[in-house]
């Protein structure tokens, strides 16, 4: 199922929209090992004091402190088309790259647009919906696009700057977990399945409804997270899996992080469509990236591992807080809609260094 929205029939002769990328959503990052080793020999540039949060831990966005009582956070996130219908592309694509303001711990105040679009192979119709699907977002945020700009693709790509404010005593980093805290996990998982099976024309309208239903949610519950003084971490979980934003919180923390999977929640069928080999390429090369830092339990359900290292396209929230404050972080997720958020796991003591153990 990939019906169009239902105020915009696909002109005909068009391509269906994820025929014109090689890997959708979060799903075409360039993978966990191969990033490292692009990073690796970059020149490290002097850092200003009022640059708070930079590329060190690869967190979701830049913090730069402006003053006593601002910070300006800035991000981008930009990608392939993950579903056919032009217009909930957009909202995917804009909901994605607002989220990192929010996993900051800020508020969004405006954004810009990046796009890349085949213009002899899209009409311009189909390009302006992708474009209103992406202010129909930013319009929920209670933010503008003030501008951006445009390219000549050969695949479609859309996306967003995002900037966002934050009290700079409220910014939440995902290298600042504490041993002892509690994970908490604010949407399912299974995103990047979905898209698997939508790509082979196997998935139902339920299952297409949830699809856009978890990706198109934006993470408000962030700022009011980050005013709680049990909350000492935030991220959300993208490209790399819960396995691999896990695990970037166990490096920057220096820490390890301990998942309970059967406490893990899933949308609906995604267990198995896994099962029936609707995965996606960057689930295994996410695993191949990082694999060698997660203890599994022997057994361990290949279904399972694959919906660990499962690309969320629009994810979920990360929250590493305090025992004490479990009841209320799940409070906070519970009155913005978060119905599905639970605890997850746990941080504990690195033992032999930071990494993810499952059980």
């Known amino acids: 199922m990939n019906a169009p929205h239902e105020n915009f029939p696909i002109p005909a002769g068009e391509p269906r929209l994820s025929t014109l990328s090689h890997g959708g959503g979060c799903g075409c990052k360039i993978a966990p090992g191969v990033l490292s080793e692009i ?102 945020a209670g933010i503008p696009i003030a501008g951006g700009h445009t390219i000549d693709s050969v695949e479609p790509i859309y996306g967003l700057v995002a900037l966002g404010l934050v009290h700079p005593k409220r910014v939440k980093r995902n290298a600042d977990a504490k041993a002892g805290d509690v994970l908490i996990l604010g949407k399912p998982l299974g995103v990047g399945v979905l898209s698997a099976a939508l790509k082979k024309e196997l998935l139902d309208a339920e299952g297409y409804r949830q699809m856009i239903a978890t990706t198109t949610k934006l993470n408000t519950p962030g700022p009011e997270l980050a005013a709680l003084d049990g909350v000492h971490a935030l991220t959300d979980v993208t490209g790399f899996g819960l396995a691999g934003h896990a695990l970037e919180l166990a490096r920057g923390a220096k820490l390890a992080v301990r998942i309970d999977w059967a406490r893990v929640p899933l949308l609906a069928g995604v267990a198995e469509l896994a099962a029936a080999g609707h995965v996606t390429g960057a689930s295994g090369r996410n695993w191949a990236g990082y694999g060698a830092e997660v203890g599994l339990p022997a057994g361990f359900d290949p279904t399972a591992k694959a919906l660990l290292t499962d690309p969320q396209t629009s994810g979920g929230l990360l929250v590493s807080c305090a025992p004490a404050a479990v009841d209320e972080v799940l409070a906070v997720f519970k009155r913005h809609g978060f119905d599905a958020a639970a605890v997850i796991g746990e941080v504990t003591a690195p033992g032999a260094g930071p990494r993810l153990e499952l059980r």
């Open 39 to 140: 990073l690796k020999g970059t020149a490290q540039m002097p850092i200003p004091k009022e640059l708070l949060v930079g590329i060190e831990t690869a967190d979701d966005a830049a913090v730069y402190q402006l003053n006593d009582e601002q910070a300006l956070i800035a991000t981008t996130d930009f990608f392939m088309p993950i579903v056919d219908d032009p217009y909930d592309f957009g909202r995917i694509a804009a909901t994605n790259a607002i989220s990192d303001v929010y996993a900051m711990g800020g508020k969004p105040i405006l954004a810009l647009a990046l796009v890349g679009m085949p213009i002899n192979v899209l009409s311009t119709a189909t390009i302006g919906r992708i474009l209103a699907g992406g202010e129909s977002v930013c319009r929920e």
